[in-house]
Nanobody, 119 residues
Framework: QVQLVESGGGLVQAGGSLTLSCRAS????????MGWFRQAPGKEREFVAA????????YYADSVEGRFTISRDNAKNTVSLQINNLKPEDTAVYYC????????????WGQGTQVTVSS
C-alpha cells in the first residue's frame, strides 16, 4: 500500500506564495506518477499538475501553468507544489495522488490540505 501525507496549506493573502508538500511512503516505484488535484467548495475535483518520479517530466493544467511549479525530491520521497501569485479562486482543498505507470487513474490519495486565499 501507499500512504500520502500533504502539508503546507494555510491562509494566504492574494498575491502571496505557498509551497505544498506531499510525502509518500509504502510501496512506491520510480515509475510512478505523482499528481496534485484541488477541489473548491461546490465544485468538482480538478487536476492541477503531475510529475514523473524518474524522468521528472511535468504536466500542468492550462489554468495554472506559469504560476504553479511541481517538483520532486527523490531522496525524501516528497513532491512539492509551489504556488505563486495566489488568487482567491485558488482557494480549495489540495490533494496529492499517485498513479502507477500504465494505469490511467490515480489510485492512492492523501487526506488533503486546505489553502485559503484572502482578497
Amino acid at each position: 500500500q501507499v500512504q500520502l501525507v500533504e502539508s503546507g496549506g494555510g491562509l494566504v493573502q492574494a498575491g502571496g506564495s505557498l509551497t505544498l508538500s506531499c510525502r509518500a511512503s509504502g510501496r512506491t516505484f520510480s515509475s510512478d506518477v505523482m499528481g496534485w488535484f484541488r477541489q473548491a467548495p461546490g465544485k468538482e475535483r480538478e487536476f492541477v499538475a503531475a510529475i514523473n518520479w524518474s524522468t521528472a517530466n511535468t504536466y500542468y493544467a492550462d489554468s495554472v501553468e506559469g504560476r504553479f511549479t511541481i517538483s520532486r525530491d527523490n531522496a525524501k520521497n516528497t513532491v512539492s507544489l509551489q504556488i505563486n501569485n495566489l488568487k482567491p479562486e485558488d482557494t480549495a482543498v489540495y490533494y496529492c495522488a499517485l498513479r502507477r505507470r500504465g494505469v490511467s487513474s490515480y489510485n492512492y490519495w492523501g487526506q488533503g490540505t486546505q489553502v485559503t486565499v484572502s482578497s
